[in-house]
């Protein structure tokens, strides 16, 4: 399974940047299997040494990531039935899925997502996953914990090695787990100096406008 990610910075002023993402979907004429997620400004918990992030919407598509338009000098021209998209979008990439892991909670109508950005060098990857394989099953047995999905990415931007999206019930389940001292000695001294952590929830309107519902 392969999916793309897309991580929006609005910059401030969310008003129209919001409505020109709209369009952009309303417009797209290519195959529309993607979630919208709105980050959560208001969310406040101890990260450790996560950070936090600028993102302010994230797109997960499963679909290849759109052509880059080309200008005249690159030897080419952009199709003017393509929609871009405001600069302020910054990171675009594809990964694929390489570790999936499910709780006993059963899914909500509004659940909370948490996504985890990191930057890995290419030599550090094999020493990530054994951590993180470490924290997921920990995870697993926390209440409240419904689903995760790790991907490693494979094309554009190299911003990310890894993205994790983990689905929890609530932010208390989430911080419950997450500030519990075996959780911290898995993590402590490791990536998480290197990751952020995105707290966000499914945008319905942006993605019923993405055609996913």
Known sequence: ????????????????????Y??????????????????????????????GSPVQYVEIGARPPPPQHRSPDAGGASNPRETSI??????????????????????CADPMVFITTCQIGSKQAHQFLAQF????????????????????????????????VAEWTSMGAFTAAFKTSEFRGLTTGGFDQTSEIIVAKLDRAATIAAGHC
């Open 1 to 20: 399974m392969k999916a793309t990610f897309r991580f929006f910075e609005t910059g401030g002023n969310a008003g129209p940047w919001r409505q020109e």
């Open 22 to 51: 709209s369009k952009m979907f309303l417009q797209d004429e290519r195959p529309k299997r993607r979630l919208v997620f709105r980050c959560d400004e208001a969310a406040s918990f101890d990260r450790g040494n996560y950070r």
């Open 86 to 107: 405001s600069p302020a979008a910054g990171i675009e990439l594809e990964g694929r899925l390489i570790r999936k892991a499910r709780g006993g909670a059963l899914t």
């Open 133 to 164: 394989n470490a924290a997921a099953e920990y995870m697993k047995r926390q209440p409240g914990f419904v689903r995760l999905h790790l991907f490693e990415r494979t094309s554009g931007d190299e911003a990310y090695r890894f993205i994790n």
